[in-house]
């Protein structure tokens, strides 16, 4: 099969943005009749090779080659040589019929109108094979995300692709859709067209993939056939290192004493939360995206309004609350403070200077004295070298790379002294050196004695690194594990909703 | 076209009309009292002279709307109102007369219509400064052309514009037509993709800069052929005239539901919203409120009509 001409190649592409290497040196070969998987962590580099291939981004140096012929593509010449794209983030305009958004970009023509009567039959018949039952003229605003995942797949069917490249298709959809997606990648397959297919569900990759191309910090790290390999070799080559070299060891330093205990908390999608969080503890929260953690840590934060049967928190000055914090405000003078997951919109003001990013929360406490700059120095000193944040302070914050404005936005809660931190997600796309500054930093603040509340995406940080997690599943804890307990796959499975064993030694928890 | 194709049209167009009943229920309610205020205005003079009233706010609160479907603003229509007068009224004594003043105010549209377009579509500017400045340009502009009232505008022209023919109600329909048709088309849809999710319409092969050089465009044109209209309502050309009508043309769409984030609204929406402006003014006058009362009404109009929704999605999420 390898022998055929491929259809969509990248040839050594690079790409860099803000200094940050998504890229470096990737080749990749989409050959038609071949359903090709693309593999890797979180910030790996997938979605950089996806805008690359449809033509969103532009290479920095290295080429894409259709049909041999090295090109340069927009997104419109990509669509016109049958390249079609389904994204994470959907394409479509909300306030467009379903008609028109599944037309859109290349709409049948007739005097330069358009043919309301070819799109009419276009949209039934690829409808008709994604069992697209909703009425043609609803607009997409009014479907739910999983159906609007549904037109955007017809949407790239539309243009009768040569190449159709699939990210994460499945991660909304519900489990019939899911069959059927699956089927008609088959059937595609077999009528030549050249698939990738990006998914964080290696059963799925196993089960109907032919090729795998797996990206670890923007590099290759194997471009293989599939046959003889099942999940755990799947992991093996995603991650191609022991994880245990990543984390600091492991020696728990949580006391008895609660900082935080909460029956029945609800805030937004999480429906119904127990828990307890003790001093100096690192709590991992896991599960699989949108199943109310979010929502829990913003509700705790209250960044959301948020709601408990009973609620019990002691604040860093020995105060003691029984009920849910009313503002923001008010959670942070209770020693609660919150690094969100969208760091440069959430967590930094990019065009200002590192050092006024690390002072923000220090002002909200001295909000009624004189500044005084040789103490801000002293402070922002501390922090640079605690974290490990080099160079000149007075640059604005955006030159730095991922991982040190990660830094900057986890250290600049420090001079409050919080005693329960709460953690959004903070090494998503982060660099592995640091990665292991942040968990070493983490583990750190929980031997002083705060509680860590760390929800995080990347399994292997909340089997290595907490002391305790909780999986959410439905906007509930399906599942406690302690640290001993704590593998991979008992988390992937609570998170599925597959463990009920656990999940009653969640409630009494 | 087929059948099939016909259905699809017209249901995409009827389901456009959600969210417009409360308007629609509104103006009919102001337009019975006004015909019970002004018996007369059933009349065919009486409408034509209603409709010639109506008619430049229709037309810059429709060239506004086209601009802030693709998520843009115009603050410049006002000023290229009165430019558009002033042009009018200073090149119809040319040689070419009616034909070259015509000429010369479509040429005057279409050109600033593309600067505009070209730094917020192409320089990726934001609309609300360079139109912002560009109402200063063209404010200028006028006075420099013609520091006060004058200028000559052919009375045949007034009398068929502006007479006693519905010559304005000929030409709604004519435009209302124009604008089915344009949204028929790729580039007409893709005004309200690029507003709803550039990024998206991008990725999906949408010119996203042509859209938006067009919507200015088109925009520009229709709101200079309102300054000619304007000149031929009052003979002269007046380098000041369209001032009230950048807010007239906002509250407009903005009261026909046509949103502030792009991709949301609609033309029948617009001219609706221009119509019970049109209605609301002519009601005050005969309350004999004072006229300048209408600015007051305009903000307030558009205050409410913003915060309605606002408001209405905080009672749902406290109930």
Redesign the interface.
């Known amino acids: 099969m390898s022998s055929r001409q491929a259809i969509l190649e990248a040839r050594n592409v690079s790409k860099a943005f803000f200094g940050n290497q998504a890229l470096r040196n990737v080749s990749i070969e989409l050959i038609p009749g071949r359903i090709h998987a693309l593999l890797g962590e979180n910030g790996a580099g997938k979605s950089t090779l996806i805008n690359l291939l449809?033509g969103?981004l532009t290479p920095d140096s290295g080429e894409i080659l259709v049909d041999g012929q090295a090109v340069t593509l927009a997104?419109?010449d990509?669509?016109?040589l049958g390249v079609a794209?389904v994204?994470q983030?959907?394409?479509?305009?909300?306030?467009?019929?379903i008609?028109?958004n599944i037309g859109?970009?290349?709409?049948p023509?007739r005097w330069?109108?358009?043919?309301?009567?070819?799109?009419?039959?276009l949209?039934?018949e690829i409808g008709g094979q994604l069992g697209l039952i909703e009425?043609?003229?609803?607009?997409v605003n009014r479907l739910p995300t999983g159906r609007r995942q549904v037109v955007e797949i017809a949407?790239a069917l539309a243009?009768k692709p040569r190449v159709l490249i699939l990210d994460e298709p499945t991660s909304s959809l519900a489990a019939p859709d899911v069959a059927m997606l699956m089927s008609l990648i088959r059937r595609l397959r077999g009528e030549s067209v050249a698939i990738l297919y990006i998914s964080h569900r290696l059963n799925e990759i196993i089960d109907f993939c032919d090729y795998v191309t797996v990206l670890k910090d923007g590099a290759v790290t194997a471009d293989r056939a599939l046959v003889g390999l099942d999940p755990s070799g799947l992991v093996r080559l995603m991650v191609g290192r022991d994880p245990q070299n990543l984390f600091p060891h492991y020696a728990p330093q949580f006391a008895e004493d609660l900082v935080l205990e909460a029956t029945n908390f609800r805030s937004g999608g999480a429906t119904g939360v127990d828990f307890r969080l003790r001093r100096g503890e690192l709590l991992g929260i896991g599960g699989l995206v949108g199943h109310g953690q979010e929502d829990f840590m913003l509700g705790l934060y209250a960044a959301a309004p948020a709601k408990a049967d009973h609620f019990w928190a002691r604040g860093g000055d020995g105060s003691v609350r029984t009920a849910p914090f009313a503002g923001v405000t008010e959670a942070n003078m209770s020693g609660v403070a919150y690094v969100p997951a969208d760091r440069r919109k959430e967590g930094l003001f990019l065009p200002h200077s590192i050092d006024f990013n690390l002072l923000l929360p220090s002002f909200a406490r001295h909000a009624a004295e004189r500044r005084q700059s040789a103490k801000e120095q002293g402070i922002t000193e501390a922090l640079a070298r605690r974290l490990n944040i080099r160079g000149d302070r007075r640059r604005p914050v955006q030159v730095l790379s991922g991982g040190n404005q990660q830094k900057v936005v986890v250290s600049k809660w420090l001079p409050l002294e919080p005693s329960v931190l709460l953690l959004n997600d903070p090494t998503r796309g982060v660099d592995v050196e640091t990665k292991r500054e942040i968990y070493v930093a983490l583990r750190a603040m929980a031997a002083e004695g705060k509680a860590v509340v760390l929800l995080s995406t990347d399994t292997p940080e909340l089997v290595h690194l907490c002391d305790r997690v909780m999986v959410f599943h439905k906007g509930r804890i399906a599942a406690t594990l302690d640290h001993a307990e704590a593998s991979e796959e008992a988390i992937v499975a609570a998170a599925m909703g597959l463990s009920n064993a656990h999940a009653r030694e969640g409630a009494t928890v | 076209?087929?059948a099939?194709?016909?259905?699809?049209?017209w249901?995409?167009q009827?389901?456009r009309n959600?969210g417009l009943g409360a308007l629609f229920l509104v103006l009919a309610a102001f337009v019975v009292l006004y015909a019970v205020l002004f018996p007369g205005i059933f009349a065919v003079g009486a409408l034509a002279k209603f409709v010639q009233g109506w008619f430049p706010t229709a037309m810059v609160a429709a060239a506004q709307t086209i601009v802030m479907l693709t998520g843009g603003i115009d603050l410049s229509v006002g000023p290229m109102v009165s430019l558009g007068s002033v042009v009018a009224a200073s090149t119809m004594q040319g040689p070419l007369g009616i034909f070259g003043g015509v000429l010369a105010v479509l040429a005057l549209g279409a050109c600033v219509g593309a600067i505009t377009g070209s730094f917020v579509a192409i320089g990726r500017y934001p609309a609300i400064i360079v139109t912002l400045a560009l109402s200063f340009v063209l404010r200028g502009v006028a006075l420099l052309i013609l520091p006060r009232p004058g200028g000559f505008v052919p009375p045949s022209l007034s009398e068929f514009l502006a007479g006693s023919h519905p010559t304005a109600a000929f030409l709604l329909v004519l435009f209302v037509i124009l604008w089915k048709?344009y949204q028929?088309?790729?580039l007409g849809?893709g005004l309200?993709?690029v507003g709803?999710?550039a990024?998206?319409?991008?990725?999906?092969?949408?010119?996203v800069t042509a859209v938006r050089l067009t919507a200015y465009i088109l925009s520009g044109v229709l709101v200079s052929l309102t300054g000619l209209y304007v000149a031929a309502q009052t003979g002269s050309g007046d380098p000041v005239i369209g001032e009230p009508m950048t807010l007239a043309a906002i509250a407009a769409a903005v009261l026909g539901g046509v949103g502030f984030l792009g991709?949301?609204g609609t033309m029948r929406g617009a001219l609706a919203g221009s119509l019970l402006m049109s209605v609301l003014i002519n009601v005050m006058f005969f309350m004999g409120l004072p006229l300048v009362a209408q600015y007051v009404v305009q903000g307030l109009i558009i205050v409410c009509t913003v915060s309605l929704p606002l408001l209405r999605s905080t009672w749902q999420r406290a109930s």
């Open positions: 449809s969103a997104p419109r990509a669509h016109r794209v994204q983030e959907l394409s479509l305009a909300p306030h467009l019929s008609a028109e859109l970009g290349a709409y023509r330069g109108l358009v043919d309301y009567g070819r799109l009419a039959a949209v039934e009425s043609r003229d609803t607009p949407k243009i | 076209m087929s099939e194709g016909r259905r699809l049209y249901l995409i009827w389901r959600d048709l028929a088309t790729p849809i309200i993709a709803d999710n990024e998206g319409a991008y990725r999906s092969g949408v010119n991709g949301q």
